[in-house]
């Protein structure tokens, strides 16, 4: 090959080269999709000036439903007395939102007084939170056991819980020698002599007698309960 002809396949190869990351550079992400805003479709409605969450009931302690953007508007179908909680339709659902937060369009005054729905929900505080895990007891079979129809050895054996399984007891016996669980879902009894106490106390657990039906416990204190490994 001639000087000549090197040289232009070197100018060729560097050209090449060089085109490469232009071209990488020249490509760009695709731009994320737009969420299309929430419209209204009658003349009274709320649109949102901030991002705001939607709640179940007319105040911050009831549940988040979900979020508006800004722009978002909802129809309004109630209010308070006191104007400062909107009910609005939100994707087909019940919800509240503080007026402070959205430029109402239309006669606020024609919507009607409304309150909480029976689907508003209050959040649980940290206190209520530590109660209600404090009032859940949980077990755990200290071996494969048996889950009995009945709170005795006699009973017949719905299913056998494997060990480490965690339950949560819904009912005890009222020597507390028993208690009541769902596995799989069934329901039956468990010996408590077979199970370890992880979480809870049996006391807090309601007393079921051989009916099915809840007792109310006595104000004598119920006996311990006693290991009955045959269960």
């Known amino acids: 090959m001639s000087r000549k ?5 070197g100018m060729l190869v560097c050209l090449l080269f060089a085109a490469v990351p ?53 129809d309004i179908s109630g209010r308070l007395a006191n104007n400062t909680w909107l009910r609005v339709n939100f994707n087909g659902h019940e919800g509240w939102v503080s007026a402070n937060l959205f430029a109402v369009n239309g006669e606020l005054g024609t ?30 079979p200290r071996g494969n056991t048996n889950l009995r129809t009945t709170p005795t050895t006699d009973a017949d054996v719905l299913v056998i819980v494997p060990f480490n399984t965690e339950l949560t007891v819904t009912g005890r016996t009222a020597n507390n020698n028993w208690v009541r669980v769902t596995f799989n879902d069934q329901t039956g009894w468990i010996s408590a002599g077979v199970l370890f106490f992880a979480q809870g106390n049996i006391a807090n657990a ?25 269960a």
């Open 111 to 140: 919507a009607p007084e409304a309150e909480a729905g029976p689907n508003a929900e209050l959040r649980q505080s940290a206190t209520q939170t530590v109660v209600t895990k404090l009032n859940t007891i949980v077990v755990i």
């Open 22 to 74: 232009a071209m990488a550079q020249s490509s760009t992400p695709e731009p994320a999709p737009e969420v299309p805003l929430l419209t209204a479709s009658t003349e009274l409605f709320a649109e949102a000036n901030f991002l705001v969450n939607v709640r179940s009931g007319p105040s911050t302690k009831y549940t988040v439903l979900g979020k508006v953007h800004i722009g978002d508007a909802l």
């Open 206 to 230: 309601p007393i079921i007698d051989e009916n099915g039906n809840v007792v109310e416990p006595t104000s004598q204190p119920a006996p311990q309960p006693t290991s009955a490994p045959s």
């Open 5 to 9: 002809n090197m040289t232009v396949v």
